[in-house]
């Protein structure tokens, strides 16, 4: 079992910036692919951005794209969300996920994935 923990969310200004980061715990010893996704009220969930093990290999929504970064530092077994430039668009709760086995990092957006964290909410002023 792998437990994944959010922090950083909260109210942030438009156009300003906000870092996220999910700390997992458990067994953590997979070297997998981890992302975020985000769900707004009454839309469905949705893929935010994606990292591979390395690092090497980021995949991210067209709509964070250029805005958002991705990283990870696997010593402390932390992925991070950077959010650059938020738009009220953007608020929504945030989720990290990752999985108990190996995952394509571009493939990443279209799995049902094994774990979960219990979300953050980030909310972005206009």
């Known amino acids: 079992q792998v437990q994944l923990v959010e922090s950083g969310g909260g109210l942030v200004q438009a156009g300003g910036s906000l870092r996220l980061s999910c700390a997992a715990s458990?067994?953590?010893?997979?070297?997998?692919?981890m992302g975020w996704f985000r769900q707004s009220p009454g839309k469905e969930r949705e893929f935010v951005a994606a990292?591979?093990?390395?690092?090497?290999?980021?995949d991210y929504s067209d709509s964070v794209k250029g805005r958002f970064t991705i990283s990870r530092d696997n010593a402390k077994n932390t992925v991070y969300l950077r959010m650059n430039s938020p738009e009220p668009e953007d608020t929504a709760v945030y989720y990290c996920?990752?999985?108990?086995?190996?995952?394509?990092?571009?493939?990443?957006?279209?799995?049902?994935?094994?774990?979960w964290g219990q979300g953050i909410q980030v909310t972005v002023s206009s």
């Open positions: 458990g067994r953590t010893e997979s070297r997998n692919t």
């Open positions: 996920a990752t999985d108990a086995k190996p995952i394509s990092t571009m493939n990443f957006a279209r799995y049902d994935h094994d774990y």
């Open positions: 990292i591979s093990w390395g690092g090497s290999i980021t």
